[in-house]
């Protein structure tokens, strides 16, 4: 059995919306999704393949729809930060992996 303590400082926010993540590691860009937000980090699923590790700096590319792209001048919201946490863990019976990072 597998205890985890809580280390969240700010209240998070379910949101799951599209979500790009640069690795510069692998140079390259990761499509996925974002399950949850707060003023300090975000909990996205990748694919299984994104060769991720803790410690890894990451930026995560969140698109903006017309609508609010018009309003703030730009297509998306870039946020960089540190990946703090790796979930192999297959639970949703997808091909995905859960990565929290902690914005800079």
Do not use: Y
């Not at 192999?88 to 914005?103: E, Y």
Request: aromatic share 8%; net charge positive; with cysteine.
């Amino acid at each position: 059995m597998e205890t985890l303590i809580e280390q969240r400082k700010e209240a998070r926010t379910e949101l799951c919306w599209p979500v790009s993540m640069w690795l510069p590691k692998a140079n390259r860009f990761f499509n996925g999704r974002s399950a949850n937000i707060s003023k300090t980090g975000v909990f996205v699923s990748v694919p299984i393949t994104t060769p991720v590790r803790t410690g890894h700096t990451v930026e995560i590319n969140f698109p903006r729809t017309v609508t609010l792209a018009k309003r703030k001048g730009r297509f998306a919201r870039i946020k960089s930060g540190k990946v703090v946490r790796v979930e192999r863990k297959n639970m949703l019976n997808d091909a995905s992996i859960g990565v929290a990072i902690q914005f800079n």
